[in-house]
């Protein structure tokens, strides 16, 4: 079974600053894919960056990087440039590559406030 | 195009009723997921189809709790004897096909209140 755990409820940045939100996750598996979903107020969730744990180069999706560290089981979100439409719920999830259901499984999330 | 629709976007019910919530995904996606989200938690897998069968219902809560697909497209998620416990919101994604790296869009959602 998979775990994922953001143990940030609740984050703050100012506008135009950097932040980093933590994730880490359990698996016995070796082939998985992790990625950060942006939940904003009343609207539906959207995909905002993925990492296949084969690969070692973090991804980077222009404001958007992670920290992806495999040994460590760590797998943080960097959003640089925090623009006031970044504000939303943020949720690292996994999924295992393997035969069978690819559901992801989802951590409790963190709540970003962008402050103008 | 159009994404993934749910409807209703509201439910309210009595507890004991019965309820569908409907799920209308994004055309030529094969893969069709469904997922439960209480307040202040992350989505939990509920059940999973790839084309007209549920490959995946492990996520499934109990036996009152049921999902058909019958053509491929379209997704029910029936709950029947509906308890206070099922309120949450209920999410609906739907992704090109059942490899993991690909991006599940999601719907936005149903919430469910049971009186």
């Known amino acids: 079974a998979q775990t994922v755990t953001q143990s940030q409820p609740e984050m703050s940045v100012q506008e135009a600053e950097t932040v980093t939100l933590s994730c880490t996750y359990d698996?016995?598996?070796?082939?998985?894919?992790l990625f950060w979903y942006k939940q904003p107020p009343s609207r539906q969730m959207i995909l905002v960056i993925r990492?296949?744990?084969?690969?070692?180069q973090n991804a980077t999706e222009n404001r958007f990087s992670v920290n992806f560290q495999k040994a460590a089981k760590s797998f943080s979100l960097k959003i640089s440039d925090s623009q006031l439409g970044d504000t939303a719920m943020y949720f690292c999830?996994?999924?295992?590559?393997?035969?069978?259901?690819?559901?992801?499984?989802f951590g409790k999330g963190t709540k970003l406030s962008v402050i103008p | 195009g159009a994404g993934v629709s749910q409807t209703p976007s509201n439910k309210v019910t009595e507890k004991g009723k019965y309820v569908e919530l409907r799920c209308d995904p994004i055309?030529?996606?094969?893969?069709l997921y469904w997922y439960r989200q209480s307040l202040g938690q992350g989505p939990e897998f509920l059940i999973y189809?790839?084309?007209?069968?549920?490959?995946?219902d492990s996520g499934l809560p109990n036996d009152r709790f049921f999902a058909v697909r019958p053509e491929g497209s379209v997704s029910t998620l029936k709950i029947q004897r509906t308890e206070r416990g099922d309120s949450a919101m209920y999410l609906c994604?739907?992704?090109?096909?059942?490899?993991?790296?690909?991006?599940?869009?999601f719907g936005p959602g149903t919430r469910l209140t049971v009186l």
């Open positions: 990492q296949e744990a084969y690969k070692q």
């Open positions: 999830a996994s999924v295992y590559s393997g035969a069978g259901s690819y559901q992801l499984t």
């Open positions: 994604a739907s992704s090109k096909d059942q490899k993991g790296y690909n991006e599940q869009f």
């Open positions: 055309s030529g996606h094969t893969a």
């Open positions: 698996t016995s598996e070796n082939n998985y894919y």
């Open positions: 189809f790839q084309g007209t069968g549920a490959a995946d």
